[in-house]
């Protein structure tokens, strides 16, 4: 039976949580100080960056970023939700695309309708669903989006929810002032933990849980570049450009040595990036395989980042036998914390 623990502590005073399952770290999140994804702006229009279809904007916590906006004249006031971590030096990504998430809803307001999680299969309870929706709510001009959770929530639970999060909408949008805002935080990290992490664990939250339940030492961890696998070993290195994934097969000397080393990494690397913070550019340089046999790993690597709640776009091989991955900034860097 699997064991899953959610530890609820502080971390260098900083409000933390972990999700370990059998003993392995599977996920991480942190406090930052400075605007983290989710948090919602009313922002100024600034200028245009010409050339890139996007604009500065001013916010009160400085300057924002918005990619491919559209027509938007300089002075205007427009809502912006922080869509990852800003670069040293670079102004905080943001987008127009709202998202109002919680643990049983996704509120889409600019794309009404009405979806059920596509991990949710049984096509009962998806009816059901639906039909909880329709008939206890009054109607709604927001999208809503059911999360997976919702598969064995209690229906009180998801519809308290629910009305929770189209309120909220409600009210950030029928607020009609011209003046540059912080609207809504972003969710701290016991608050994430709860929203992100709802199949069944045991929680602690006793103060200095990091260090009884050896979070601490999962944590150092984080420190090497050198990760083992059962089939040998991998490194992740980041420079300001990219960062490099280098794939070695170890002692094994078998024929099936380098498939088995690439394979491994392929499972475990979406869990590496994302307990890292690891977005942007990244290279894999697997152990040398044949053609016929990067079909094998270019399947196992887009099966393992399908299940990994941070969005990556497998880009492809290159001429020289690489794999590029991108994948989005919505995680602090591990090297600027531990």
Known sequence: MVKRSIVLDHFKNLEASALVVDGVLQD????????????????????????????????????????????????????????????TGKAMPVSQKILLKSRYVIITPENPGLNISRQIKNEDRREELVSLIRSNLDDFQEGMILRSSCKNAADKEILDDAQEMLSLAEKIYSDDSSEQELILEADRPHALAWREWSEDADVFSESGSFETLGILDLLDELKSDRIETNAGHYFVETTRACATVDINTGSDTSPAAALKANLATAHDLPRQLRLRGIGGQIIIDPAPISKKDRKIFDSALRSAFRKDTVETNIVGWTAMGHIELQRARVRRSSSEII
């Open 28 to 87: 991480f999140f942190i406090e930052s100080d400075i605007p983290a994804p989710g948090q919602i702006y009313r922002a100024t229009v600034d200028r245009p960056l010409k050339g890139q279809g996007g604009y500065f904007l001013k916010t009160p916590d400085g300057s924002a970023f918005l990619r491919q906006g559209k027509g938007l004249a300089q002075g205007s006031c427009i809502l912006v939700q922080v869509s990852g971590f800003a670069e």
